[in-house]
């Protein structure tokens, strides 16, 4: 069982810059096969943004690559997603995902709005 919860969303203007946390409980990240964040806009499905994986390897969406960056720290438990030069369309609730044995688990999500 992994319980994972974010933090770090908020309200910021277009070219602006947020830091996503999830923070992850019950098992050590270090232990899980891949941690990762989706988003979710209004009125759309929820999108795959970023992964890394146990080895570290990393994997960015392409509409964000350049923009945000996903890293962990394995002794905070913690994985986080830099959010840089924001766009009005990268509105939306983030949210962390943990795979571990199989199991998929999620977080309750964080919510990002990029207005002026």
């Known amino acids: 069982q992994v319980r994972l919860v974010e933090s770090g969303g908020g309200l910021v203007q277009p070219g602006g810059s947020l830091l996503l946390s999830c923070v992850a409980s019950?098992?050590?990240?270090?232990?899980?096969?891949?941690m990762g964040w989706y988003r979710q806009a209004p009125g759309k499905q929820r999108e795959f943004v970023a992964r890394?994986?146990?080895?570290?390897?990393?994997h960015i969406t392409d509409s964000v690559k350049g923009r945000f960056t996903i890293s962990r720290d394995n002794a905070k438990n913690t994985v986080y997603l830099q959010l840089n030069s924001l766009k009005p369309e990268d509105t939306a609730v983030y949210y962390c995902?943990?795979?571990?044995?199989?199991?998929?688990?999620w977080g309750q999500g964080t919510r990002v709005t990029v207005s002026s």
């Open positions: 890394i994986l146990r080895d570290g390897n990393t």
């Open positions: 019950g098992s050590s990240i270090f232990s899980i096969s891949s």
């Open positions: 995902n943990a795979v571990l044995a199989g199991y998929e688990y």
